[in-house]
């Protein structure tokens, strides 16, 4: 069974810094790209980064609202996916979810695998 | 490139027929999917490549469309289809989802 669980959320100042985290388990973690995407309070989604599997240069890509803030890395050797966050904003405040590709290798297209997402509140 | 969903909100009866749009700003190119997310949990793929059924996800559900227009279909409403619905794009960098179509009960 698939599963994402992330970790890493709260309360953070402005300005400040936070480290998410996504352990996966049920697939081969290595074989996926993975993602961030992001809610704010009573607001839709939004697509923040997503990282290739590292066959294809294991590249990047963020949401020009997070680019030179946040970024996004895994270790597949400990199935686990990661987002840097500093310099955070108020705007910044959503549950954060990591989400599968649906197909393997290469790029992220679809998301068939979501967690359960993590809070990260940015406030005085 | 932006998605844009229409209408924001629908109200509908269970049995209804139920359609969303979904229109982007430039050509994607077989690169959309259907998402449904109820309160407090997280999204649910339903289609993928335009008009691929998920795993699991009942035959009533069914995406169509090419080019900049697509659309989401229930043929039957049942009592749980009632949630929000996401269309988004995978043809490009950065990926973008639609605002969102609330499915409310009449």
């Known amino acids: 069974e698939v599963q994402l669980l992330e970790s890493g959320g709260g309360l953070v100042q402005p300005g400040g810094s936070l480290i998410l985290s996504c352990a996966a388990s049920g697939f081969t973690f290595s074989s996926y790209a993975m993602s961030w995407v992001r809610q704010a309070p009573g607001q839709g989604l939004e697509w923040v980064s997503s990282?290739?599997?590292?066959?294809?240069?294991?590249?990047?890509n963020y949401a020009d609202s997070v680019k030179g803030r946040f970024t996004i890395s895994r270790d597949n050797s400990k199935n686990t996916l990661y987002l840097q966050m500093h310099s955070l904003r108020a705007e910044d405040t959503a549950v954060y979810y990591c989400?599968?590709?649906?197909?393997?290798?290469?790029?992220?297209?679809?998301?068939?695998?979501w967690g359960q997402g993590t809070l990260v509140t940015v406030s005085s | 490139i932006q998605m844009t969903q229409s209408p924001s909100s629908v109200s509908a009866s269970v049995g209804d027929r139920v359609t969303i749009s979904c229109r982007a700003s430039?050509?994607?190119?077989?690169?959309l999917g259907w998402y449904q997310q109820k309160p407090g949990k997280a999204p649910k793929l339903l289609i993928y490549?335009?008009?691929s059924l998920q795993s699991g996800v009942p035959s009533r559900f069914s995406g169509s469309g090419s080019g900049t227009e697509f659309t989401l279909t229930i043929s039957s409403l049942q009592p749980e289809d009632f949630a929000t619905y996401y269309c988004q794009q995978a043809h490009s960098f950065p990926r973008s989802f639609g605002q969102g179509t609330k499915l409310e009960i009449k």
């Open positions: 430039q050509g994607i190119t077989g690169w």
């Open positions: 989400a599968k590709d649906l197909v393997g290798g290469g790029y992220d297209r679809h998301f068939d695998y």
């Open positions: 490549a335009v008009s």
């Open positions: 990282i290739s599997v590292s066959g294809s240069g294991g590249s990047t």
